[in-house]
């Protein structure tokens, strides 16, 4: 620590000594602050990868024993070895819940909009240093409550990361619904405050804090991603926070916002007049914006590295915008589709119908451009191109089941199925996971001044995607097949036996998948102490990030803050006789024009 | 020892994985080489695997649809008349995103694979093309534009089935609670489905609203609240707190619930109670669903516990059950159960399940529905006559059709005569005898 201080010291105005805690624990710099998230992200990644190891094991050879899981789990939750039924739900719906917004929102979002939102836009930190510091500890608050749900007696929650009640609001409808549940809540609400904060912090650095020259229009697509999804969660994350409030008034003061007419295990309740649909409507409310949530940021990511390294401007910049805005509006009147089957009028039922399949126009618009953006590049595969080539096929590999799914009458026959779990775990799961790679393959150089090794970064590429599709392509076929989701075993059904090889052939996948995760742990550790010591603009990057230097320090510039001259996709950009301008093949956003050369 | 075992290869692999790293570290610096800069041979070696893995995915789509997609996925035909139309829908809409699927990952891998980096070419300078971008606008607008149209067409098909009998449907309803499934019929001498009271189940078995279920039930929160205030006054001094405030709780709720019970049943006239408990009375349950093939059911679902989903894969029909808000769907079969033994094979049987998670029991949460071609089919007769009414006698009694009664006293009908009494029963008791007489002589004559 000295010794960068005194490395520092004669550039840097603004420093002052800062001790351990204040560096590296409550820090309000946004570089460190989006570190914490990254690590926070990763770990609660890999306890929620290996929770689904454990039920996959189960589904794949079922009710077989397996010492692993009386391990992990105890006697108590895997007796003699063999997952227990109630566990089975647990693993589950923590894996569902920790993954959607500890990972990919917290995680995704955290990470990378604190990261590059100040860099990207020129400035030196975020709006509010302390609202972000809040929005992390909040998070690793809530992250240790749900990590934490998992070790009570009764058990995690156990209803489905959506917790529908009643069975939610129940603790007679299954152990899960006692203390764990609680928990549960208390985790989601603290949460979802610390995204409010971040999003809210988001917002206003972006509108306020732009360097000079920094047009809303000349901002690479990444700021419009974190911009949009920020504005998503503002307006959606306030409407699950009440669904959850609603909820523990429901299951700790005798409120009936969601039960009516229940006898539950002999138990006559005297609630009347609530509706479980209700919580549904609200539930979905936030849960379909969410899943833009979780993509929007990886489709920012992935154009800003495909840009970089098919060394050629993204293709159409205002349609990229114009779609993630249109994709934006559009995600808020969608949430229907995830309640064809409620008993739901089936007017309104149409009604979603249209919108959710209109959204298929924007993400098809997305889709072209990436694919024209490497048409007659010049493309260089470091491990984040892999990742972002691998995200685009996922994308459209996830995307076109979608159809079918948002197809009320089609819904009917697939609803609840693996078919959904299988297009949710491509479009969700596998692009925004592959968004994130991307991320921290790219701008890792950013964080920790280092590189990470890209032999090892390709070895991790191939075996994902690989047992990524190994894992959830099938799952198409055993939906159509008709096997319902969260069943424990497939063995009672005769007309399911053909799934129960296609469950192994997963779980073996999913196994593979999971250790290929260890080739990327390693290199990101090895890397943040070992690696190559970075350059200051290692890809030949355009944006505003890579102007800053390798080492961190308070206010990202030593001096002052670059202005902005042109937009970020000048890749091999030719002057009048077709020639590249200076002979390089980009042009930094804070190289003036030069004479005779157009903006674009 | 074992976990030992695999713990110390799991560190020592960690340790190799990380001296590897070092070592290609090293050697990298000694090279001059930096991370950043990808030689030729690793782009184009990666450009290829794109390929290669772009064919390999192919081929596997190409294995898991020749092994897994034969008869439907496994599923088999559509048992349906709405089912037959989402089956041609989702065929339909599964070849567009296929040929979607196919043509996008093709132009991706092959892109990725031609244009990889080469030092002497300079990438095309292309930043926008607005009639190309108009182009892939308005195509998938267009194609999207048919699937909404035809899905909205199946959906409108589906939730209002047009259907010249639907006034001859017969109702079902689906209860639902943690683990399995209560069927019942509106019987056969109304059809109609009496309503329900959950709070009826306390004394009764059913919650059907009747004359009797009300007394039942009321009498039965009485002596529950008699049962509760005596506990307290006798025992009140050996209570702890706790114990005593939750007796006082039980009894407020019971009084509230029967309140309840007497605000809602207070404006009963004689009349209005006697018609629905005629109402109520020829319902019966069963524990298996009987249908017969081009019927058309009119199902009611109402769930006692949680949400459940009534899932009956074969007939493409799914709803969920919600408790406080009966939901409703329309399904008219056109398979028997023996037709689609003949392709499924001979343990095949039509499935309801549960599509909603609800607890530890789920995933063995069944009830088998049996297609009949028509009531004379070999087991209907049997099935109905050993049902028994709300009212307390078989559903058999209520039959009017002479027609069936009449073939159920044939001899080559293949009942047993424990049935064939019961019918006759009926038969004798429902048509005089001079009525019999003159539709059996027309039978004989018709040589039937």
Known sequence: MAASHAHNDHHDHHHHEESFVSKYIFSMDHKMISKQFLITAIFMGVVAMMLSIFFRLQLGWPNESFGILSTFLGEKWAPGGVLSENMYLGLVTIHGTIMVFFLLTGGLSGTFSNLLIPLQIGARDMASGFLNMLSFWFFALSSVIMLFSMFVESGPAMAGWTIYPPLSALEQAVDGSGLGMTLWLVSMAIFIASSLLGSLNYIVTILNLRTVGMKMTRMPLTIWAFFVTAILGVLSFPVLLSAVLLLIMDRTFGTSFYLSDIIVNGEMLDSTGGSPILYQHLFWFLGHPEVYIVLLPALGLTSEIIATNSRKPIFGYRAMIGSILAI???????????????????????????????????????????????????????????????????????????????????????????????????????????????????????????????????AHFWLTIVSGYGVFFPMHYVGLNGAPRRYYNYTNFEFLDQTIDLNQLISIFAIIGALAQIIFLVNFFYSIWRGQKATENPWKSNTLEWTTPVEHVHGNWHGAIPEVHRWPYDYSKPDADGNLWDGKDFTPQNVPLRPGEEDH | MDRLIILIVVILGIIGIAQLLRNYELATALRGRREEDISHKDNSMQATLMIVFMVAFYVFFAWLSYAYGGNRFGLGPAASVHGEQTDWLLDLNLWIITAVFLLCNTLLFVFAFKYFYREDRQAYWFPHDNKLEMIWTVIPAIVLAVIIILGLKTWVNTMYPEDADSSKAVKIELYSKQFAWECRYGGEANGELANNDYKLKFGNTTDVITDSTINVAIASYDEAIKKETDKMNNNAEFMADWEFKETEGKIWKYKRIRSRLLAMTDGYSKEHLDSITKIANDDYYATEIHLIKGQRYDFRFRSMDVIHSAYMPHFRLQMNTVPGEPTRFSMTPTITTKEMRKIMGENFNFLLLCNKICGSGHYKMKMDIIVHDTKKSAGYAEWLAANTTIGGYSPANDINDIDFLYWTQTAENGLTDETKAVYKAVYESNFGAEERKAFEAQQVKEGK
């Open chain 1, 328 to 458: 934006g509006f559009l995600s808020f009147i969608v949430w229907g589709h995830h309640m064809f089957v409620t008993g739901m009028n089936p007017f309104l039922g149409g009604v979603f119908v249209f919108t959710t399949l209109l959204i298929a126009i924007p993400s098809a618009v997305k889709v072209f451009n990436y694919i024209t953006t490497l048409w007659k590049g010049n493309i260089r595969y470091t491990p984040a191109m892999m990742f972002s080539v691998g995200l685009v096929s996922t994308f459209i590999t996830g995307g076109v089941t979608g159809i079918i799914l948002a197809d009320s009458a089609l819904d009917i026959a697939v609803h609840d199925t693996y078919f959904v779990v299988g297009h949710f775990h491509i479009v969700m799961g596998m692009s925004a996971v592959f968004g994130m790679f991307a991320g921290v393959y790219h701008w890792f150089p950013k964080m920790y001044g280092r590189m990470m090794n890209t032999k090892m970064g390709y």
